[in-house]
C-alpha cells in the first residue's frame, strides 16, 4: 500500500510492502516485501534493488499488457 509517500525512478516495491506519512523513497530502492515505511530514517535505510530484480518491472509490465489483451476479448 502505497499512501502520502513519493517513490523514485526504478524502485521496486515487493508485496505487502506499506509506505506512507510522506516517505520520499529516492531512485533506484528496493522495498522489501512486508516493509513497513513509515518514517524518512526507514526510507534512507533502503538498499538499492538487486542486479537480479532490475528486470522485474519491465516483465511485470510485458505480462499485465499481455494479460489485459485478453480481457478485450
Known sequence: MIFKATIGKNC????????????????????PAGAVIDTQAKADALTEVTENLK???????TVNKELAKTYKS
Open 55 to 61: 528486470e522485474l518491472p519491465h516483465e511485470v509490465v
Open 12 to 31: 521496486v516495491i515487493l508485496h505487502n510492502a506499506v509506505l506512507t506519512n510522506n516517505v520520499n523513497i529516492t531512485d533506484g530502492k528496493l522495498v
